[in-house]
């Protein structure tokens, strides 16, 4: 930044760091331009405009809105467990595996199931329909691992489940069966999406 045996004062080190924080606001702002972004600032009112439309498209869709619920009914669900689910019920080791799954994606669900829904919207928070028809978007890849996670889910309730605790579990089961029914109608090529490293096909030369 400065020569070695240039002498400078504190003067001239706030000049030459000015100099260079205007040279680097210059680089972002053309980088941004040709991106199509705009850099310059938008106003609160612009700024709360934006997050009232995405949050009316989020909650339009129901499934979106049923993932939500999941988390809300089946935290208590689990967290009761002792209650519905007898110690003697299946392999001890594989009921704590299905259990711990459980919780790992209780709020992972609603979660990615709200990112891929808000992933179809620009930054003005306005639809962007090549989002949804490019298989590769992340909306289309939020929504993959959601359907996993949702399938995973479904397999390891199932194992929970007997006559004993049927009323608490097979309503949960139902609510992800319509959350994943959902997802995959309103993303179609959410299971095309490749995940780095798990999707892939190795090419056999």
């Known amino acids: 930044m400065f020569d070695d045996e240039q002498e400078f004062d504190s003067e001239t080190l706030v ?3 000015s100099n260079i924080l205007a040279d ?8 941004a331009e040709e991106l199509g972004i705009d850099p310059t600032p938008i106003s609160d009112e612009e700024f709360n405009d934006i997050q009232a439309r995405q949050e009316k498209f989020i909650e339009a869709e129901e499934f979106a809105v049923l993932a939500h619920q999941y988390a809300i009914d089946g935290f208590p669900t689990l967290e009761s467990r002792n209650e519905w689910l007898p110690p003697s019920s299946g392999d001890s080791e594989a009921v ?3 259990v711990s799954a459980l919780y790992r994606y209780l709020f992972f669900i609603p979660v990615k199931i709200r990112g891929g829904v808000h992933g179809l919207l620009d930054v003005d928070g306005f639809e962007d329909p090549e989002q949804l028809r490019d ?6 890849g939020q929504i993959k691992i959601a359907l996993i996670a949702i399938e995973r ?6 194992y929970l489940l007997d ?11 139902r609510l992800l069966d319509r959350i994943k029914n959902g ?7 959410a299971q095309d999406f490749i995940r ?10």
């Open 15 to 17: 000049r030459k760091l």
């Open 24 to 31: 680097a606001k210059a680089m972002i702002i053309e980088k």
């Open 96 to 98: 704590e595996e299905a």
């Open 135 to 140: 298989p590769q978007s992340d909306a289309n």
């Open 153 to 158: 889910s479904i397999l390891d309730w199932t």
């Open 163 to 173: 006559e004993s605790n049927a009323d608490r579990i097979r309503p949960l089961i």
């Open 183 to 189: 997802a995959e109608e309103k993303f179609p090529q």
């Open 196 to 205: 780095p490293g798990f999707d892939e096909i190795e090419t056999v030369m």
